[in-house]
């Protein structure tokens, strides 16, 4: 079986040279244990601040051992009654081709609601940070005005087709390039897009959002996150999910200098970590699947073939090479 080290630490941009395709050895399960061929793995850019060594949420990767993270596969063979040979499970075992876990760490998934990769998608985690910003953490209410960056990726497609459907007044999203802006309204339903290498941020979305803007989901931080500043309506909400455009920095990176802006109009900013969210999954699963069956949200997937790839797949979302979810098909092809 292969699977991924990390075996230097990067500076700035993650290079090949940053990590190693490796062959290893897998154990048989022990009794409780599942062996899994992994089908798919999903590409995330919070993996970056995994790369450092430094404190977070989360535990950095260890050098010279293998990375992990979100993937879709096969049980092969059980010692566990309650996954039988032949589920197809959820877990966090991924950057590899076959994994031995406890089974209490593989949730089966349902193929009937929908295909297997959709659960790191649409109906996994990211669909769910999309649900949770917007409704829980931005408390978006029908009639407001919402605002998205990272609009063609992952998280924020499926924001921008939520706040949608639940009833928003207007929605602008902004992304890199014009085909990709150009897509945001054809295929997902913004009002307006923003192509943010054009420059001029504050005034293209005043010109998109001429009302100001009472919502906004921030997956860029930075520049992005001073406009939106700018742009807020009263009482408006930030959600602060992710800031993407910092993560391949160096150095710090300077903040948005109108924060005090933000006292006058009596803003909120609230920051998310998806985990902590959980228990809203079933929920919103059963919301998200009743939306692509009737064809009202549509989830993109961008597939990178073969483990090997999977470093370039990386390297690739983190420029913006993805539209919807980045993945890395293991299996098929
Ligand atoms: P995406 O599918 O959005 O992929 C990343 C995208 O970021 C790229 O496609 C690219 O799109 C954009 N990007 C890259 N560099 C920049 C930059 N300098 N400025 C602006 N945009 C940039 O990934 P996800 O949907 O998985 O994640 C989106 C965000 O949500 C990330 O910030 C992530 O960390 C965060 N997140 C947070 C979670 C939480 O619990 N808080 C959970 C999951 C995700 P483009 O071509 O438009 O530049």
Redo the contacts with the bound molecule.
Sequence with gaps: SREWHLIARPTGEPAATDFALVVAQVPDPEPGQVLVRNDWMSV???MRGRMDDTESYIPPFRLGEPMDGGAVGTVIASRAESVPEGTVVRHFAGWREYAVLPSADAHRVDTELAPPQTYLGVLG??GL?AYVGLMEIARMKPGDVVFV??A?????SVAGQIARLLGAERVVGS???PE?AARLVESYGFDAAID?RRGGLPAQLAEAAPQGIDVYFD??GGD?LQAAIGAMNRYGRIAL?????QYNAPEPTPGPDNLALAIGKRLTLRG????DHLDMGPLYVRQAAGWLRNGSLRADETVVDGIGNAVDAFQS??????M???LVHLTGR
Excluded: E, F, Q
């Excluded at 999910?241 to 455009?245: K, M, P």
């Design positions: 995330d850019p919070y985690s990211t940070t960056s990272g063609a990726g992952a998280v924020g992304t890199g390039g990709k943010y997956n860029v992005h999910c992710g800031a993407i455009s998310m970590i998806i985990g979302l983190m420029r913006g090479g993805n919807g979810k980045m």
